[in-house]
């Protein structure tokens, strides 16, 4: 079992601020990454598959970084709005282990 | 519109009695995988099939099982053996499989909440 541990575990923010949040993975036999965005009441939806080291991803206003060497990638969100409200998932290795999310809540 | 398919959204299990969970997918993909969350809980793979006709366990088969006879359809039977069923399952698929090797992206369904009378 691969233990895939998500930070924080919630976060509040206002409308306009940035934010960030972690995903650390054992660095050895890494195959992936995945970030997934889980609305409430709605699937879970793939933001980024990343799979090299140094690896950034982009998409609007969320990006994604990874570093593989050390086990850990970062989701930034910049200048939220309270359409980003969701569970943000990572998971990685070969039987797709997930973290327990980071809940974002944006506050108007 | 292409898709995954969950139902029913809610299901009540009594206690010995086993339930099927249904789940389709119309996206022509050849992998699928179920998973169940428990609050407090990352995701966990009960388990996947990667072609028609075979499956392999997760990590928390125990007390489950599935079938694939048809490319679309992974349905998963809770038996009585699981004693703690009560829990939020969710079906997915990707284009090839495993997953977590290819780096292939997984495609969700809406979920079924088990609950146990």
Redesign the interface.
Known sequence: ?LN?EQSPQSLHVQEGDSTNFTCSFPSSNF??L?WYRWETA?????LF?M?LNGDEKKKGRISATLNTKEGYSYLYIKGSQPEDSATY?C???????????TSLTVIP | DGG?TQSPKYLFRKEGQNVTLSCEQNLNHDAM?W?RQDP??????IY?SQIVNDFQK??IAEGYSVSREKKESFPLTVTSAQKNPTAFY?CASSIRG??????????????TRLLVL
Do not use: C, M, W
């Open positions: 079992i895939v195959y992936a995945h709605k699937s879970p939806e793939a598959v799979t998932l998971a990685s290795g070969n039987q797709f282990y997930f973290g327990t999310g | 995954i995988y998973y407090g809980q990352g995701l966990r793979l996947y997760g990590d969710l495993l997953a977590g090797f290819t780096g292939e992206t997984q495609y969700f369904g809406p979920g």
